[in-house]
């Protein structure tokens, strides 16, 4: 059983900065990609940001250049730096790993969501 728990969440100015982690516990291969997805009210869950187990990254394009993912494996945790944030980067962000069970395939855990609002 994995579990993933988040932090760091909250409201901040638009302009300003938030780092967000997810802490993974369990039977968690180091093969396993890590990520974040984000989902506005009345919107589709998205992709912010996902690491693969050797470092690569891929980021929505709205985020690139403001947002930073990196990964500690020995803790297993994944972080999110967001700078420069804008109103329109409120959601709910939730940590997602994709842990591989061989044969190509993998099973995704998601962690409880944390709340993040950009308003002045």
Known sequence: QVQLVESGGGLVQ?????TLSCAASGSIS?????????QAPGKQRELVAAIISG?????ADSVKGRF???RDNAKATVYLQMNSLKPEDTAVYYCNVKNPR??????DYWGQGTQVTVSS
């Not at 638009?14 to 938030?18: D, E, N, V």
């Not at 180091?30 to 984000?38: D, F, I, K, Q, T």
């Not at 061989?102 to 099973?107: K, N, S, Y």
Request: glycine share 24%.
């Open 55 to 59: 470092g690569g990254t891929n980021y």
């Open 102 to 107: 061989g044969l190509g395939r993998w099973t």
């Open 14 to 18: 638009p302009g300003g900065s938030l």
């Open 68 to 70: 930073t993912i990196s």
């Open 30 to 38: 180091s093969l396993a990609a890590m990520g974040w997805y984000r």
